[in-house]
């Protein structure tokens, strides 16, 4: 795969031996930055070392590469994972690589490497007969539809990223079933559905631990929360590490959804902030989540259960709108 730029410039690489080429493969992923993330089988055949330089030297994995520093924090995945033959052979040509989306082409190499464990498996990308893919299990209501037609005045029409562009899922219903009065949930981008599945995956949210949600007005107190609303749904506000942004359309007061991701990636724990606004309302639910390990007693207060995720909560929400959310009890899981 390639461009003709890129044949061309490879072209006069394809008699060197595959220790040559592995070497300038290494060369090119210390180059990007991604040698402590991605590996890739030492026993690619030459055809396939050229294909990983290429892939590795001209694409963006920016987004995917956050994707998998959080499977990590989540305990899905370890680094750097390693590329195999069948991993680049999920695309037989340059062509088919390019009629993906970008992310989308990248994430079916990867993300059979994250791995939640029980029902759920790996997180892999399946191709469908005559287009289409599903996510996680090859089962009617795992279908991902990209880049679905949106109304006219929805707010992802003026933020859409050609190569990243917005996902519609079925969101799983009680019992998580997904074919059984689930609703459609549109995604602002193909990654922000990937970094939402893994940041809360579906199946237990293993030692994921929120506070009940407080009402708060969108204005009040400076329009701290207006503003991390009307943020782009792709750059994350200031003290952020990732937004996923995402609506409920179907309902008759379409609902929008925020989760923005408070810790590093080299973090030993995820804490994130979610927040939730009915169109045309001025309440939004705000919320706090976090695998922070807990200390004290189980009846203390969420901020002296989890101490550090009450510090950065501080930062986007301010004092006023923290302190709401943090001093109450956490909430129990059913």
């Given amino acids: 795969m390639g461009n003709n730029h890129t ?45 990983a330089i290429w892939l590795v030297d001209t694409q963006q994995w920016t987004e995917v590469t956050n ?34 989306v970008r992310v989308i082409a990248l994430w079916k190499m990867v993300g059979r490497h994250v791995n939640f464990g029980g029902s759920y498996g790996r997180f892999e ?4 007969p005559g287009g289409g893919v599903r996510a996680i299990k090859d089962e009617p209501g795992f279908e991902l539809d990209i880049n ?21 899922i079925l969101n799983p219903s009680a019992g998580d079933s997904r074919t059984a009065g689930g609703e459609v949930r549109t995604l602002a981008s193909t990654s922000a559905f990937i970094m939402d599945t893994i940041m809360i995956p579906p199946l237990a949210n293993e030692g994921w631990t929120p506070t009940p949600c ?16 009307t943020h782009s749904p792709h750059q994350p506000p200031n003290r952020c590490t990732a937004v996923v942004a995402s609506r409920l359309d179907d309902r008759d007061l379409p609902v929008g959804i925020r989760h923005l991701l408070l810790t590093p990636f080299e973090s030993p724990f995820v804490a994130s902030i979610v927040l939730v606004a009915n169109a045309n309302t001025t309440m939004v639910g705000v919320g706090v989540g976090t695998t ?17 995720t009450a510090t950065v909560v501080r930062g986007p929400l301010r004092d006023a709108i923290a302190n709401m959310v943090v001093n109450q ?3 129990t899981r059913q």
Avoid: M, W
């Fill in 67 to 100: 994707a998998l520093k959080l499977a990590v924090q989540r305990g899905y995945c370890q680094l750097p994972i390693t590329l195999a033959v069948a991993d680049l052979q999920r695309h037989d040509s340059k062509q088919a690589y390019l009629a993906d």
């Fill in 148 to 168: 679905p037609p949106l109304p006219p005045a929805h707010p992802y029409h003026t933020h859409i990223i050609d190569d990243n562009p917005p996902v519609q």
């Fill in 214 to 229: 407080v009402a708060v007005n969108r204005h009040a107190h400076g329009g701290v929360l207006d503003g991390l609303l």
């Fill in 292 to 308: 922070e390990p807990p200390v004290g007693d189980p009846s203390d207060a969420f901020k002296d259960r989890r101490p550090t």
């Fill in 7 to 51: 044949a061309d410039r490879h072209g006069a690489e394809v008699d060197f031996s595959a220790a040559v080429l592995s070497n300038r493969l290494n060369r090119c992923l210390a180059a990007k930055g991604l040698h402590a993330i991605i590996a890739f089988d030492a026993q690619l055949d030459r055809p396939l070392l050229l294909k």
């Fill in 329 to 331: 009890k956490e909430a």
């Fill in 125 to 128: 990308l399946f191709d469908q």
